[in-house]
């Protein structure tokens, strides 16, 4: 099996918000923590999973307080993934917990292509429209 590349963060992937900037970063280091582990052949991914998925939901409500305070258009929508993306990796946990050992590859894939997909795509959508409504914003930029 080849191995599984990392996801490095660039400065092009800025949303223009220091602490949304630094929580991606710290996100792909997690990810990159996982595929890590399961190279390393890992039989519990558990602990560095439950590390994501608690700054997951750190990130998501960060995000979420700066949408809003940008009025966003989008943010229903974004909403909406970061929530179905939540649900998905509760259904995938539940599976692995209960043995699912197989399981652990294509959570850790997912994942990964979730998280990196997510960030250089959709957040940037939203840090277009903060870069017009910086004037609004509570969050410091920098
Ligand atoms: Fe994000
Ligand atoms: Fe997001």
Redesign the pocket.
């Known amino acids: 099996m080849d191995k599984i590349s990392y996801i490095k963060w660039e400065p092009k992937y800025s949303v223009g918000v220091e602490i949304l900037d630094e929580q991606h970063r710290k996100l792909f280091d997690i990810v990159n923590d996982l595929i890590d582990e399961i190279e390393m052949g890992s039989k519990n991914l558990l602990p560095v999973i439950g590390d994501l998925v608690a700054y997951i939901s750190v990130h998501?409500k960060q995000?979420s307080i700066v949408m809003m305070e940008s009025n966003y258009p989008g943010f229903m929508k974004?909403s909406r993934?970061?929530r179905d993306f939540t649900e998905k990796v509760q259904a995938f946990l539940q599976k692995y917990e209960q043995g699912d050992a197989e399981l652990g590859l294509k959570m850790i894939v997912f994942l990964k292509e979730w998280i990196f997909n997510?960030t250089t795509r959709?957040?940037i959508e939203y840090a277009h429209h903060l870069k017009d409504n910086a004037d609004k914003l509570k969050t410091p930029q920098e």
């Open positions: 998501f995000e974004h993934e970061h997510h959709l957040d």
